[in-house]
């Protein structure tokens, strides 16, 4: 299982994640390589990361989100691992099986208890005997808390406020509270169990709402009923600035015709297929754009672009 704890304050949303499959990682080299490709996608992406534990077959984050969102991290960051890790291991097929799915967390009454859940988990997990050993385990964050190993991108200073507002003091203090939650069973409460998942956003989730599905949707927030109250607002305020399907083909449309305009070619030249310069380059542009920027499904932008599904999914995967 790979289990990404999303955490963010303000307009933005805190999500626990799962990914479920097999082995991730084979040895050090995987996990090294891993945690560059993560460390530099926070930096570039100005993701916060609190907390992180690599294991043979899962990974717990927990970051709070960018400018860029998290979608971007994440897809940037499971794609291009699986890649490396393909080449490295002369296989194919996906590394990662199945889409991850959300919960929403609320970051006064959860911070802390993700921090020692993930931090814990290797020591739960039978890959540290002691509660010692986890400070000289390189693979997770709590290690960085300890400064055994120092990432530029690991943000302990934030993780400590949280204790105290001087080093020696929440440091004890944070390992005092690790102690305690050592004898805590928190994983229904932190990893959902029992609570819904997502059902593809939050447009669906008010879509459930107005079914009398409102306690299943809202089982899925760990929060305050207060908070809870916050987050639908947000999101219907943000379903109603959410483009009509007329109006993204309609801005295709005029994308597709401006571009063609400015370099000189045809609506039937860009759709031909052609891999001819700079066609492809072009179509990819395009590709990007209507995916990121509109929503428009991979399906779709094919058929705008005249291409495959698949070629289009290749075109936002070559960009990493």
């Not at 860009?270 to 542009?285: A, F, N, V, W």
Request: proline fraction near 1%; glycine fraction near 8%; include cysteine.
């Amino acid at each position: 299982m790979f289990i990404i704890s999303i955490f963010s304050r303000g307009r933005f949303v805190c999500v626990l994640q799962e990914i479920e499959r097999g082995e991730i990682f084979q040895d050090d080299a995987d996990r090294t390589e891993f945690l560059r490709r993560f460390g530099d996608l926070a930096k570039t992406t100005g993701t916060g990361v609190y907390a992180f534990a690599l294991m043979g077959n899962h990974v717990h984050l927990l970051v709070r989100s960018g400018s860029g969102g998290i979608a971007t991290l994440m897809r940037r960051l499971l794609s291009g691992y699986a890649q490396y890790y393909n080449r490295r291991h002369h296989r194919v097929g996906h590394l990662f099986q199945n889409r991850y799915k959300s919960i929403i967390c609320e970051e006064d009454a959860y911070f802390i208890k993700l921090v020692a859940y993930i931090h814990l988990n290797p020591l739960r997990a039978g890959v540290v005997r002691t509660f010692d050993e986890i400070e000289e385990y390189p693979w997770a964050g709590h290690a960085c808390i300890m400064q055994r190993v120092r990432y530029d991108w690991f943000d302990r200073h934030y993780v400590l406020q949280h204790f105290g507002t001087h080093e020696d003091s929440a440091i004890w203090a944070y390992l005092e509270f690790l102690s305690d939650e050592l004898s805590q069973d928190r994983e229904a409460e932190l990893s959902g169990g029992g609570l819904v998942r997502s059902y593809g956003g939050w447009s669906n989730v008010l879509s459930m709402r107005k079914q009398g599905l409102m306690e299943m949707s809202d089982a899925r927030v760990l929060g305050s009923g207060e908070f809870v109250s916050s987050l639908l607002e947000q999101a219907d305020a943000s379903v109603k600035q959410q483009l009509s399907g007329a109006r993204r083909l309609e801005l295709v449309k005029q994308d597709i015709e401006s571009l063609c305009q400015e370099k000189g070619i045809s609506l039937t030249v860009l759709r031909s297929g052609s891999r001819r310069t700079p066609l492809p380059e072009l179509r990819k542009r395009l590709a990007v754009k209507f995916v990121e920027e509109y929503g428009l499904s991979l399906a779709e932008t094919a058929r705008q672009l005249g291409v495959t599904t698949n070629a289009v999914a290749y075109m936002l995967k070559s960009r990493l």
